[in-house]
C-alpha cells in the first residue's frame, strides 16, 4: 500500500492516478481522500497487487497533472500507535519539509517533514509535522524552548 501526497488539489478522478501508476505494476485499489465537502485533500491511497511494483515506485520523480507527487510505501496503522510523528508550531514562512527535515535529523532518523500550506495560496501556514523512526529522543525536543529554526522559536 502506498500513501501518494502532493496532489494536484484538480486532481480528483482516481481512474487518472490509477492509470498513471499501473505502468509499474497491476493497481488493485486507488482512493482519493476528500474532505467533507468533496473537495481532494490533496492525497490518496493506491495498493498494488505485488509489493514489488512499491519498490520500482520510490526512488524516483513523479508528476501528475502538472505536479511533483511524493508517492511513499503507506505506514501501517499499527505503527502509528507508537507516536513518532510530532506536531511542529511557529515555523517561518520560509521553512519547507527540507529545512525541517535536515533540522529535526539531529535527534534521530526523520522519516517524514511536512509543512501544512494553505489549499489557495500555496503559503505556509506556520506548522508542520515531523515524523521519526522511533520516538527514542523525544524529551531532547517536545516542549523545549529555545528550538531555533529558519531564525525562529519552533515548538514540538
Known amino acids: 500500500k ?3 501526497g502532493g496532489l494536484n488539489w484538480d486532481t480528483t478522478d482516481a481512474e487518472g492516478l ?4 499501473s505502468q509499474f505494476g ?8 476528500r474532505d467533507p465537502d ?18 520500482a515506485v520510490t526512488g524516483r520523480e513523479h508528476v501528475l497533472d502538472g505536479k ?4 511513499k510505501r503507506a505506514i501501517p496503522r499499527e505503527e502509528h500507535l507508537r507516536n513518532t510523528r510530532y506536531f ?5 514562512p520560509t521553512t519547507n519539509a527540507d529545512t525541517m527535515r ?5 535527534f ?34 517536545v516542549g523545549k524552548l529555545g528550538l531555533m529554526l529558519d531564525d525562529k522559536q519552533v515548538r514540538v
Open 18 to 21: 490509477r492509470t498513471y501508476f
Open 102 to 106: 535536515e533540522f529535526f535529523s539531529r
Open 38 to 55: 468533496g473537495r481532494s485533500r490533496g492525497f490518496a491511497f493506491l495498493t498494488f497487487d505485488e509489493p514489488e511494483s512499491v519498490n
Open 108 to 141: 534521530g532518523k526523520v522519516v517524514d517533514a511536512t509543512v501544512m500550506v494553505d489549499r489557495e495560496s500555496g503559503r505556509s501556514k506556520g506548522f508542520g509535522f515531523v515524523t521519526f523512526e522511533d520516538s527514542n529522543n523525544s524529551d531532547e525536543f
Open 26 to 33: 497491476k493497481v488493485d485499489a486507488c482512493t482519493i481522500m
Open 68 to 71: 511533483a507527487i511524493d508517492p
Open 2 to 4: 502506498m500513501f501518494i
Open 88 to 92: 511542529v508550531g511557529g515555523l517561518a
